[in-house]
């Protein structure tokens, strides 16, 4: 096993972290400008597998990242499910909402996502075919509780409003969907693997602003399922999970759930993730994506000091959440070549 994102993800501390970078293949990249306006539209990218396949391997090509991320998107699996998702230009994601028990139950079944996620699983099986051999190949979906954020409120929203109030109101549709979107998810990444994907990944971004017993019931519970699932369909495959913003839920979260990885966002700092979440196994973060746009001394040193504060054990070094399209690609070569240097 010698690609080093696998040696980091099971268990090994190397001198230098391999790195990837989340929205890697995005707006920043002139050349993904150039393919999605080839493609027509966001959501026509992520469904025509070549030009997915090629925007996927921008990055690769451009700055050697050790591992590629499928290109798609979280709010692909509520469509297949049957929401109506579009983008808004300059806005974001737009669904056909979801609110009462029977619109859960009218929701597809699992069997029937794959017909409209074929092209991600063709995506996956062109990319296992032409990423360079040192290349680690992820999938990932969003983790159930960030995916039901959105089909509740039909967009993204600042405080989860709308699914918290869902939750307080009608619990038994809140935990249905819940569950629908848990079942459907182990089945999708599944297809992921068998398509070609090496190590899954599953984004709860706004796994933050669930507390307490929620926490556990919404964020830890679901994750944890889905990733016992995955294991006994693909015994060995690894697993990072995000729970963005968790604070001190980061502590204990890869033993609660199994993941084999803890992605961790720049709201706390590589020393304290060193001391409570590596303690117990691989981490993968936590530059703040602020630095991609800035530059300079600042990110030298601000790189070297996630690198300083994982090289205890082992980390693969990733930004706290995706880089944004103002960023200046010139940067991102910075960061790489001062994570590489020795
Ligand atoms: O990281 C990668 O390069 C792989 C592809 C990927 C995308 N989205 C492409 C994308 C991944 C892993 C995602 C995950 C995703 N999508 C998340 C979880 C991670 C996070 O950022 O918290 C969420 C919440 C979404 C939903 C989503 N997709 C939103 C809210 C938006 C609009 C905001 C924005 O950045 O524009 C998207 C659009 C999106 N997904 C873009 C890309 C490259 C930009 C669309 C464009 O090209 O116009």
Redesign the pocket.
């Known amino acids: 096993m010698s690609k080093l994102i696998l040696r980091a993800l099971s268990g090994e501390t190397l001198s230098t972290p391999p790195i990837w970078?989340?929205?890697?293949?995005?707006?920043y990249l002139p050349e993904?400008?150039a393919t999605?306006a080839q493609a027509g539209?966001?959501l026509s990218?992520?469904y025509n597998s070549d030009l997915a396949a090629e925007?996927?391997l921008q990055?690769i090509r451009r700055y050697g990242f050790d591992a590629a991320?499928?290109?798609?998107?979280?709010?692909l699996l509520p469509q297949a499910l049957g929401a109506d998702l579009w983008?808004e230009?300059g806005?974001?994601?737009r669904l056909s909402t979801i609110t009462t028990m029977a619109e859960v139950q009218a929701l597809r079944s699992k069997d029937s996502i794959h017909e409209t996620l074929a092209p991600i699983y063709e995506t996956v099986r062109i990319l296992a075919h032409e990423l360079p051999q040192q290349t680690t190949l992820i999938g990932?979906a969003?983790a159930p509780w960030?995916v039901a954020t959105?089909m509740i409120a039909g967009r993204?929203t600042k405080d989860q409003g709308p699914a918290h109030a869902l939750k307080a109101t009608d619990r038994a549709a809140f935990a249905a969907l819940i569950d629908v979107i848990t079942e459907a998810t182990i089945d999708y990444l599944s297809m992921q693997v068998q398509a070609g994907a090496e190590v899954v990944?599953l984004?709860d971004?706004?796994a933050g602003s669930l507390k307490g017993q929620d926490f556990t019931d919404f964020a830890v519970k679901p994750t944890a399922r889905i990733i016992s699932a995955l294991k006994a369909k693909h015994p060995g495959l690894p697993i990072i999970a995000?729970p963005?913003e968790a604070s001190a839920g980061y502590i204990g979260f890869a033993k609660a759930t199994g993941a084999d990885c803890v992605a961790i966002d720049n709201s706390v700092s590589p020393e304290w993730a060193a001391e409570n979440v590596q303690s117990t196994g691989c981490v993968q973060g936590n530059l703040s994506p602020t630095h991609m746009v800035t530059g300079g001394q600042d990110l030298i040193d601000a790189t070297r000091r996630v690198k300083a504060a994982f090289q205890g054990g082992p980390h693969i070094f990733n930004l706290g959440?995706?880089i944004?399209?103002d960023a200046d690609p010139e940067n991102v070569a910075l960061m790489v070549e001062t994570v590489r240097q020795r």
Do not use: N
């Open positions: 970078m989340m929205r890697q293949a995005g707006r993904y400008r999605r539209d966001f990218l992520c925007v996927t990055p991320i499928l290109f798609a998107d979280i709010l983008f230009t806005e974001g994601p990932f969003g960030t959105y993204g990944k984004f971004s706004w995000f963005r959440h995706g944004t399209p």
